[in-house]
Nanobody, 124 residues
Framework: QVQLVESGGGSVQAGGSLRLSCAAS??????MGWFRQAPGKEREFVAR????????YYAESVKGRFTISRDYAKKMVYLQMNTLKPEDTAVYYC???????????????????WGQGTQVTVSS
């Protein structure tokens, strides 16, 4: 049973920073990434990283502000969030795919495993 456990959420003022962490149980993945869901909105892609190669891809809304990284040995993935905005307020989910798949890997359907989510609140 694959488990993903997020940590690092919280409340911050606009312009501040937070770092989310995700601990994965022992196995390899194709991609790991982050999605978020704000109240009343659909779940949306934030960022992803190729688990082996380390290549990254970001949603336009976070590009230049967020950085995804991974520690292969520790089986951890991180999301460094800088210059946070109130519109970044959401529950953030860590995700993983069982294998490398074609396509953009930005759909929730591309991912097989999900964490329980961690709340990020940005006040103006």
């Amino acid at each position: 049973q694959v488990q993903l456990v997020e940590s690092g959420g919280g409340s911050v003022q606009a312009g501040g920073s937070l770092r989310l962490s995700c601990a994965a149980s022992a196995r390899t993945f194709g991609y790991m990434g982050w999605f978020r869901q704000a109240p009343g909105k659909e779940r949306e892609f934030v960022a992803r990283i190729n688990w082996i190669g380390g290549t990254t891809y970001y949603a336009e809304s976070v590009k230049g502000r967020f950085t995804i990284s991974r520690d292969y040995a520790k089986k951890m993935v991180y999301l460094q969030m800088n210059t946070l905005k109130p519109e970044d307020t959401a529950v953030y989910y860590c995700v993983a795919s069982a294998a490398v798949r074609g396509g953009s890997m930005t759909s929730s359907r591309d991912y097989d495993y999900w964490g329980q989510g961690t709340q990020v609140t940005v006040s103006s």
